[in-house]
């Protein structure tokens, strides 16, 4: 959605177009709380704190939609991830979600696109609700402060944002595609790995 599009929602229907474009918005560059945070300071017809809480509020509800759905497809998922490759994605997946499960729940949001989808994978690996959720909320208002309080001080510079905001939606995939595509390689890597290691053992042991 372009920069002017969500302007226009936002000034027209104020805290809960924060809100609700936080939780429909999975590219995970909080678009809607940075313009509502640029309102709030040249318009003053928002409060700040309202703006952060509500797009607190949107990207927790988008975390707890995620992780909902990932519990519910887990038994599927396992269901047709037959084949030994697939099933130690899935057992990997799952030691980094109890290893990193906080690291990942409330920074992973701070990654474009696919930190969205941490939740998902919290879900799918049955990683313990409360504690999911308490770190999704945690991210949730450091996210929703930080951006609003982005758009609020660069509210001066946002002729400039206006101008260039094509350009640097540009310029955040074309660094977050290459970066995705490094660790998704590293994650199969990682996988072959632990493949490769009971028969190495084997092999030791003979």
């Known amino acids: 959605m372009d920069w002017e599009t969500v302007k226009d929602l936002i000034a027209t229907y104020g805290y809960y177009a924060v809100a609700v474009g936080t939780l429909w918005d ?92 941490v939740p998902a994978a919290a879900g799918l690996r049955r990683y313990p609700m409360a504690p999911a959720l308490v770190y999704a909320a945690l991210g949730s208002v450091a996210s929703g402060f930080l951006y609003a309080a982005l758009g609020f001080y660069a509210a001066e510079s946002m002729k400039w944002l206006d101008q260039y905001m094509l350009y640097i939606g540009l310029g955040a995939l074309a660094v977050s595609v290459p970066v995705a595509l490094w660790m998704l390689k590293r994650f199969d890597r990682l996988v072959e790995q632990r493949m490769t290691k009971p028969q190495a053992e084997q092999a030791a042991g003979k």
């Open 26 to 117: 999975q590219s995970g560059l909080q678009g809607f709380v940075i313009a509502g945070g640029v309102l709030a300071s040249v318009t003053g017809h928002l409060n700040p704190w309202l703006v952060a809480l509500c797009g607190a509020a949107g990207s927790f509800g988008s975390d707890a939609l995620m992780f909902s759905v990932g519990r519910w497809r887990a038994s599927w998922l396992e269901r047709f991830a037959k084949s030994p490759k697939n099933s130690m994605r899935l057992a990997l997946l799952q030691d980094g979600m109890k290893r990193w499960g906080f690291v990942l729940l409330v920074l992973g949001r701070f990654m474009p696109w696919m930190g969205r989808f």
